[in-house]
């Protein structure tokens, strides 16, 4: 009574709409004009804001998710008379001369690439309480994700001369944290402007099966919210303006990629390239996957108007889809040993013509769906409040007929995809299960594993494998702890260019990491120990940054303590008849009472710094 007198005109005109849209018991126990008028407007600016940060706002929130609701209680199947069959795409083998001229061609198409990043989601899967892209991707360089990532943009822009953008999508939970990583590294020299972060926003729960919005159980001014999912990255490049500026700014394709697979720039050039040959205006990056792995299957689906779509189906709905098709048995491996169905690692090439005309045409609201887990089987009650998802993989189902989608496999799983998802318990189930753990220990080791075969292929002799076990996850092989910024190679031509490789010996328990953009090794024995070869300046204080966040503990301080020295004036760095054998650095398995650091306690080791070699 008598609250709308002291509501603006912007309060009124969204209560009446949400009061059309059957939401009046938001306001059905409101107190009379003078009590709780705080509080009151506490939730009218809550529902502005949710208002402003959906497509259509509110009103179409609620109605699509009474749609979806409605479907999703009768059970209608979203794939209904749709004929699945393994789509046509190029199988790459990581380092064949085939793949090598696909990734030469991507390295020069991606001068024109703007990159995106989807780093909203949390670790809480991975038991890690801060963001994930400041995670370590190995030990050798403590180098995390971020640096990498923008480091490898910034060594595709040097090709190109020419500085490519970067977006980054993170959201409440972790845009604070990335600016200040960003900040306490001075964005690792990308300049400014290079690097935009765009904030997705939660979305309201809903209470009911008519899309009533769930008010928070001990506040009645609030609604509850929740994650809407990755697939927002679309709706905010589109109203940011982002993917219009890099189209009138000349680029021709955008890149996306998750928050925790180190290797992803060892494969998306090679992808770039796919495209450009195929002219594709989709291109999924994908990897083997082993049947029911909780991965996304790519699928040609054919509709019962038969229109054809290829697109990233859950593995959960892959199974039933298949048995009731064209596989009474469902999802099994074939004799590969894997599925015929390759997984989706949601790394996209998208042509971004195409890209700014679909977002134009739908906004960036992309397939949404809804998913409540209801109290019973008359699925008339949730058991605890839902909400509209999206993911950003699922951009190509409403893209008209006539586009051009593909994908890209790289064979050799360990050189395209290792990321950083879930907890010791659950990494070592699923390896026990024999599919991959996706833990922080395989993050690392599968880096080494690349390095090593990459300069094993090109010549050099490479000990090892040694057999490990951490965190419970047996059977793993401790290659070389060899680690390189991306600023001295970004591809198999400049890994080539810059090692002998003939000339060069890494023993089994050695570790080599390569800081310095311009070092050159002609000649090397790393028979045992540590060497680092630094960047004259910039890179050393990073190692020490590196050091401090608890992944090199006390060795750390002796990697910091030699980075302190004064940097060697500007010359290239050449390795040339060197012999390394000092004590070096330890991988020791984690004594499970001992205290440890998270980023350790994650990985199952922690690396004691005995003793290293250090250039210049
Ligand atoms: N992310 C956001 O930025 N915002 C969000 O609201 C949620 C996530 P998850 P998911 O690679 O194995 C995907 O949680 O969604 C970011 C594919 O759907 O790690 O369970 C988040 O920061 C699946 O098909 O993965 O599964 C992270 O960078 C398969 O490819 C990214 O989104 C699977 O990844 C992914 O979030 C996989």
Same mark, same amino acid.
């Given at each position: 009574e008598g609250n709308k007198e002291w509501m603006d005109a912007e309060d009124v005109k969204l209560v009446d709409a949400l009061a059309a849209e059957g939401q009046s018991h938001l306001f059905a126990d409101w107190p009379a004009a003078g009590e709780h008028d705080d509080d009151k407007r506490r939730l009218l600016d809550q529902l502005r804001h949710l208002d402003k940060s959906y497509a259509g706002g509110l009103v179409k929130y609620i109605r699509n998710a009474r749609q979806l609701l409605k479907d999703s209680k009768e059970g209608v199947n979203p794939f209904e008379g749709c004929t699945p069959a393994v789509p046509e795409g190029e199988k790459l083998d990581f380092g064949s001369q085939h793949f090598r001229e696909l990734e030469r061609a991507g390295i020069a198409a991606a001068g024109e690439a703007a990159f995106v990043l989807v780093a909203g989601g949390l670790g809480e899967r991975l038991g890690y309480s801060g963001i994930k892209v400041a995670l370590p991707v190995e030990s050798a360089s403590g180098m995390c994700f971020l640096e990498l990532y923008v480091k490898s943009i910034l060594a595709l822009g040097a090709k190109a001369g020419r500085a490519l953008p970067l977006a980054i999508m993170t959201s409440d939970d972790t845009h604070q944290r990335t600016v200040d990583l960003l900040d306490k590294h001075s964005h690792w020299g990308a300049a400014p402007g290079q690097i935009t972060l765009i904030k997705q926003e939660k979305v309201a729960c809903l209470a009911d099966n008519d899309a009533r919005l769930a008010l928070l159980p001990n506040d009645p001014f609030q609604v509850q919210t929740k994650p809407h999912g990755h697939g927002d990255v679309h709706m905010l490049l589109h109203s940011s303006g982002l993917a219009d500026k890099w189209l009138a700014d000349g680029f021709k394709w955008v890149c996306f990629f998750q928050d925790t697979n180190g290797l992803v720039f060892r494969a998306l050039p090679?992808?770039? /390239?796919?495209?450009?040959?195929?002219?594709? %205006?989709?291109?999924?990056? &994908?990897?083997?996957r082993r049947a029911k792995e909780a991965i996304g299957a790519i699928t040609r689906l054919t509709y019962p108007d038969g229109r054809h779509i290829t697109m990233n189906v859950e593995y959960n709905q892959l199974d039933p889809l298949l048995r009731a098709t064209i596989a009474p048995e469902g999802d099994v491996n074939d004799d590969t040993g894997f599925s015929p169905f390759p997984g989706n690692i949601n790394q996209l090439v998208l042509k971004l013509s195409t890209y700014c005309a679909e977002l134009h045409r739908h906004g960036g609201v992309i397939a949404e769906f809804v998913n409540p887990k209801y109290a019973d089987a008359s699925k008339e009650k949730f058991k605890s409040s839902t909400r509209l998802e999206c993911m950003m993989q699922d951009f190509p189902k409403s893209l008209p007929e006539g586009c051009r989608v593909g994908f890209t496999v790289v064979n050799q799983v360990w050189a395209a995809y290792s990321p950083v998802k879930n907890s010791p318990a659950d990494a070592a189930a699923k390896a026990a299960g024999g599919n991959p753990s996706h833990s922080a220990t395989t993050g690392e080791l599968d880096m080494y594993l690349t390095n090593c075969k990459m300069l094993q292929a090109l010549g050099a002799r490479i000990d090892g494998p040694q057999p490990a076990e951490f965190n419970g996850i047996k059977d793993l092989e401790l290659w070389p702890r060899v680690a390189w910024s991306p600023l001295? &190679?970004?591809?198999?031509? %400049?890994?080539?260019?810059?090692?002998?490789?003939?000339?060069?010996?890494? /023993?089994?328990?050695?570790?080599?990491?390569?800081?310095?953009?311009d070092a050159e090794i002609r000649s090397l024995d790393l028979q045992r120990g540590a060497l680092v070869i630094k960047a004259a300046s910039g890179g050393s204080q990073e190692a020490a940054a590196a050091g401090s966040n608890g992944t090199g503990g006390e060795a750390a301080a002796g990697a910091a303590g030699a980075a302190a020295e004064p940097a060697a004036a500007a010359a290239p760095i050449i390795v040339d008849g060197l012999t390394v054998d000092n004590v070096g650095w330890e991988w020791q398995p984690l004594d499970p009472d001992a205290g440890a650091a998270e980023e350790e306690y994650i990985r199952g080791f922690r690396v004691v710094r005995h003793e290293q070699q250090v250039l210049p």
């Open positions: 090679a992808a770039i /390239g796919v495209s450009v040959a195929n002219d594709y %205006d989709v291109n999924s990056l &994908a990897v083997p001295w &190679a970004c591809s198999w031509d %400049d890994v080539e260019a810059k090692v002998t490789a003939s000339k060069l010996h890494i /023993g089994a328990d050695a570790a080599l990491v390569i800081e310095a953009p």
